[in-house]
């Protein structure tokens, strides 16, 4: 197949899952920059090209996936930029010296093993806002609710879909890494990290649910109001350990 017969890429347009991750994405715009965590597994860098058609100067992808679409894609438009590697990785990240005033994280954060420090990464390189959509697992019984699945016996109530499926893998004990599904987290959870982080919910939409309605498609954008002083990652020791005769 020679360059010119491969396709650019493109998002298909009739999908509405497509429908509703653009939807949420135009919701986080205008927009001066962008960068997209994740874009190329059947996508090919749809939504980061979506970035420039909504208004943005220029836009990366990071991915450790590349395909030659995604090549073409970017020589026809050089203000589209792309950094090959693990953005859960913290060398990696910090040779990425940019910051983007919004990110995206389109069907991302289920696959991330090292989940708290993984969107800390992204979120430093993020000034203004944080564009998510993804599946949510309902709330349950106690807010914040977290749910580890690799090994996980509650298959029935877990699973996402009616009958297994190799685009939804989960429940395997061994396979932890990002091709697979890790977590089930609820919109508690999510969003009381992202307060931590210094992100106020300031828009969500529900889509619809899966077809085990545990799970529901979930959409929403977050605004950075402040850093945290007190977060984890400033790793100063932090001021509550100390007894009040040595302050
Ligand atoms: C499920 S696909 C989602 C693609 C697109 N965002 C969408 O909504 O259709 C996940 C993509 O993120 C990439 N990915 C997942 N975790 C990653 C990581 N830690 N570092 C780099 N790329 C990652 C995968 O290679 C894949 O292209």
């Known amino acids: 197949m020679t360059t010119q017969e491969r396709r ?3 998002l298909d347009e009739n999908d509405s899952f497509v429908q509703f991750k653009l939807d949420i994405l135009k919701r986080a715009m205008p927009a001066r920059d962008a960068v997209v965590f994740g874009d190329m597994y059947i996508v090919e860098g749809g939504y980061t090209k979506k970035c420039l058609d909504y208004g943005c100067e220029r836009a990366l992808l990071i991915d450790t996936l590349e395909t030659p ?3 073409d894609t970017r020589k026809a438009h050089p203000t589209l930029n792309f950094y090959k590697g693990d953005f859960s990785d913290t060398l990696f990240m910090q040779s990425i010296a940019e910051r983007y005033e919004i990110g995206i994280v389109f ?3 289920l696959h991330q093993a090292p989940l708290l420090n993984t969107i800390h990464l992204m979120l430093e390189k993020v ?4 564009v998510i959509a993804q599946p949510m697992l309902r709330e349950q019984g106690f807010a914040n609710t977290l749910v580890y699945l690799p ?3 509650d298959v029935t109530e877990l699973y996402p879909l009616v009958s297994q499926s190799d685009d939804y893998r989960v429940f395997d004990v061994h396979q932890v890494n990002q091709s697979h599904w890790l977590w089930g987290m609820t919109r508690s959870f999510l969003l009381n990290v992202l307060k931590g982080e210094g992100f106020e919910l ?3 939409q529900e889509f619809r649910d899966l077809p085990n309605p545990n799970w529901y498609w979930w959409g929403a954008v977050v605004e950075r109001k402040a850093r945290n002083p007190t977060h984890w990652s400033n790793r100063a020791t932090t001021r509550d350990l100390y007894l009040d005769a040595f302050i």
């Not at 000034?127 to 944080?130: I, L, T």
């Open 69 to 71: 679409n995604w090549l």
């Open 107 to 109: 069907d991302i954060l």
């Open 8 to 10: 650019l890429t493109v």
């Open 127 to 130: 000034e203004g806002r944080f």
């Open 202 to 204: 300031t828009y969500e």
């Open 151 to 153: 090994g996980n016996p």
